[in-house]
DNA sequence: CAGGATCCGTTTCGATACTG
DNA sequence: CAGTATCGAAACGGATCCTG
């Protein structure tokens, strides 16, 4: 239990970057369809274009609410249904996601909306400030 | 076998993202290593920080290029080493990788280098001009 | 020695079936 | 609708080997 420090200075500077989420695909995805599609329950990420397996969805989901990204909720309307919305933390996201659906966008040929990236390029601080104001965090 | 029928849902609004690069861990700390960093070797990338296996580096490294992410050549100095460079379209990455650095540095409790940090925050378009220019695509 | 390929035991992931 | 259980498939790490 006295095992010390892994000591991982191999290298100078850390410049760390967030792998818990940005390193797996299904967390990425979720994200995008939380805060950029403005989804909410189980089942619309779910249904969302990509077919993520059940299991997998809940333990991202639960992954993302151990670190703070996102909330639960059950709804006050139906109470079979949980909605999820992001915090502050997961809010700051946005333009790390806008950033990468630019990206994408230009380098990859896939469908894209066009208006829509039309206004995030045009006015990027924007567009992410709309968002930021529709989840209105508590 | 005969395992078809993915049931692609053409989808409403697909706001694509490259998920075969931002859906790795790996993928990603070579890219951070090799624009951030700037390193430029199999060996340098092995030794920087995270331990890498020589394998997935070598599957990674493959990947990046066929994506058209990133570039090999010999050096002319020493003609064992081989140089990895990011193309027009890795370079393109700058502003996913600054946004995706800055959350981690604002939200994870990881040592940042305060400097650099703060340059990012502070002049953000200037920071990612100045790496551009010093990879000077032909 | 640098870059990378290959083999292999182990861990993790994810497609289904099933349940509260 | 939201979430677990099962179990095969894939990825990983680590050692080793190969080629200039």
Chains 1, 2 share one sequence.
């Not at 850390?14 to 994200?31: A, C, M, Y």
């Not at 670190?67 to 309307?77: D, F, H, W």
């Not at 949980?82 to 230009?106: C, F, N, Q």
Request: charged share 30%.
């Amino acid at each position: 239990m006295t095992r010390n420090a892994p000591i991982r200075r191999r290298s100078d500077c850390p410049l760390s970057i967030g792998l818990e989420i940005f390193g797996d695909k299904w967390t990425l995805l979720i994200l995008r369809d939380l805060m950029l599609k403005k989804l909410q329950t189980f089942k619309q990420f779910q249904d969302s274009g990509e077919s993520i397996a059940t299991n997998v969805l809940s333990d991202r989901l639960e992954r993302l609410q151990k670190q703070g990204i996102v909330t639960a909720a059950r709804s006050s309307v139906d109470a079979r249904v949980v909605t999820y919305h992001p915090t502050a933390k997961g809010l700051d996201l946005l333009p790390v996601l806008v950033e990468i659906v630019l990206w994408s966008a230009r380098h990859e040929k896939t469908a894209a909306p066009p208006k829509l990236i039309e206004k995030m390029t045009r006015d990027k601080e924007g567009f992410i400030q709309e968002l930021r104001g529709r989840f209105s965090v508590s």
